[in-house]
């Protein structure tokens, strides 16, 4: 199967360290050029990875027409604008979380890109790691009975005023920046969407971005609670409780390709940890996109769901505003 040839947008710190790895050693992904606004920037980590080409635009990668898709790893306010322009230039995409702003802005996306014939997926890589495979089907066998409730803690400590998680307008913030994987994974394991939703939120007085965010989310059969923040001390973790048992994914989002995952297992006959292999979940995400185009496939996660996600994030900001329960739009 020939490789896709993608273009980046955006080369940051977690690009080079987690993203590109994996991918460097893939049959089917070839990272064929790379773009930054700093010129001298691309071209470094171009030579230091043997990308062939690096460019001083976004403008001009996604003009290049050898390249087959495009990752847009920019900041969250820039996702749209280049969305709309990667799929105008004939590109697939694949988009770093959120997708949007907002969920119309993300709605617009997706019909746009329909409109333009190409591909679009948001990229929550954490779907891709077997161990949420192997979640999901233990969920669904009913290892632990009925789903009635999730839990999902994630949070780092950042609190430099530079760092684009911390700029409002960029759409930093716990709940664009680590939120948004708590909803998914809700919506993931409860394999439904939440009618309604309540937030208690506290932002920081110099940024104004939310360092603690905390939610319920009512999908009827159950409920999901998380607390997300960007200045408490760095934990995640997500719990899945059963009438018959739980599942705590210990660590859920952020596990590295060298370390075996684990699951604890709990019901009433004891507590397992099923084998699991080390994964990287980047590269996983990247080739199952790239197999669906070579084999003509939509790709493994529509981009319905990403607007759906963002009506929830919508909600809870909403709730943040009003000081009450939001339903979430339809």
Same mark, same amino acid.
């Given at each position: *199967?020939?490789?896709? =040839?993608?273009?980046?947008?955006?080369?940051?710190?977690?690009? @080079?360290q987690r993203?590109?790895?994996?991918?460097?050693?893939? /049959?089917?992904v070839?990272v064929? &050029?790379v773009?930054?606004r700093d010129?001298?920037?691309?071209?470094e980590?171009?030579? =230091?990875?043997g990308?062939?080409?690096?460019?001083?635009? $976004?403008?001009?990668?996604?003009?290049d027409?050898?390249?087959?898709?495009?990752?847009? &790893?920019?900041? +969250?306010?820039?996702?749209?604008?280049?969305?709309? =322009?990667? &799929?105008?230039? #004939? %590109?697939q995409?694949?988009?770093?979380?959120?997708?949007?702003?907002d969920?119309g802005q993300a709605?617009?996306?997706?019909? !746009?890109?329909?409109?333009?014939?190409v591909?679009?997926?948001?990229?929550?890589?954490?779907?891709f !790691?077997?161990?949420?495979?192997?979640?999901?089907?233990?969920v669904?066998?009913?290892?632990?009975?009925?789903?009635?409730?999730?839990?999902? #803690?994630?949070? $780092?400590?950042n609190?430099?005023?530079?760092?684009?998680?911390?700029v409002?307008?960029?759409?930093?913030g /716990?709940? *664009?920046?680590?939120?948004?994987?708590? @909803?998914?994974?809700?919506?993931?394991?409860?394999?439904?969407?939440? /009618?309604?939703?309540?937030?208690?939120?506290?932002?920081?007085?110099?940024?104004?971005?939310?360092?603690l965010?905390?939610?319920?989310?009512?999908?009827?059969?159950?409920?999901?609670?998380?607390?997300?923040?960007?200045?408490?001390?760095? +934990?995640?973790?997500?719990?899945? @409780?059963?009438?018959?048992g739980?599942?705590?994914?210990?660590?859920?989002? +952020?596990?590295?390709?060298?370390?075996?995952?684990?699951?604890?297992?709990t019901?009433?006959?004891?507590?397992?940890?099923?084998?699991?292999?080390?994964a990287?979940? $980047?590269?996983?995400?990247?080739?199952?996109?790239?197999?669906?185009?070579r084999?003509?496939?939509?790709?493994?996660?529509?981009?319905?769901?990403?607007?759906a +996600?963002m009506?929830?994030?919508?909600?809870?900001?909403?709730?943040?505003?009003?000081?009450?329960?939001? %339903?979430?739009? @339809?």
């Amino acid at each position: *199967m020939k490789p896709v =040839r993608w273009g980046v947008l955006g080369i940051g710190k977690h690009f @080079v360290q987690r993203v590109l790895p994996p991918l460097q050693g893939s /049959a089917i992904v070839e990272v064929a &050029a790379v773009a930054s606004r700093d010129l001298g920037r691309a071209r470094e980590t171009a030579g =230091r990875f043997g990308i062939p080409t690096a460019y001083g635009s $976004y403008e001009d990668l996604v003009a290049d027409r050898s390249l087959e898709a495009v990752f847009i &790893a920019l900041p +969250n306010h820039l996702h749209a604008e280049w969305i709309r =322009r990667a &799929a105008d230039a #004939g %590109k697939q995409v694949l988009c770093e979380k959120p997708l949007a702003m907002d969920a119309g802005q993300a709605q617009a996306c997706l019909e !746009h890109c329909r409109k333009k014939g190409v591909r679009l997926m948001e990229a929550f890589m954490y779907r891709f !790691h077997p161990q949420w495979r192997r979640a999901l089907e233990l969920v669904r066998i009913g290892e632990i009975g009925a789903l009635r409730a999730v839990h999902t #803690g994630f949070g $780092y400590s950042n609190q430099d005023p530079t760092n684009i998680r911390n700029v409002l307008d960029y759409g930093g913030g /716990a709940l *664009m920046d680590i939120g948004c994987y708590a @909803v998914s994974a809700a919506r993931l394991l409860f394999q439904a969407e939440p /009618a309604r939703v309540v937030s208690l939120v506290s932002r920081d007085p110099v940024f104004k971005t939310d360092v603690l965010s905390s939610a319920i989310l009512d999908f009827g059969q159950g409920r999901a609670t998380f607390s997300v923040g960007t200045q408490v001390f760095s +934990n995640q973790g997500v719990e899945a @409780v059963g009438t018959g048992g739980r599942i705590h994914v210990q660590v859920p989002f +952020n596990m590295y390709p060298d370390s075996p995952a684990r699951l604890t297992v709990t019901t009433a006959v004891g507590e397992r940890e099923p084998a699991m292999a080390a994964a990287d979940q $980047y590269g996983l995400e990247f080739e199952a996109f790239s197999r669906a185009l070579r084999e003509d496939r939509p790709v493994p996660t529509p981009p319905e769901d990403a607007v759906a +996600n963002m009506k929830v994030l919508d909600a809870l900001l909403a709730s943040e505003r009003s000081g009450g329960w939001e %339903k979430v739009a @339809v």
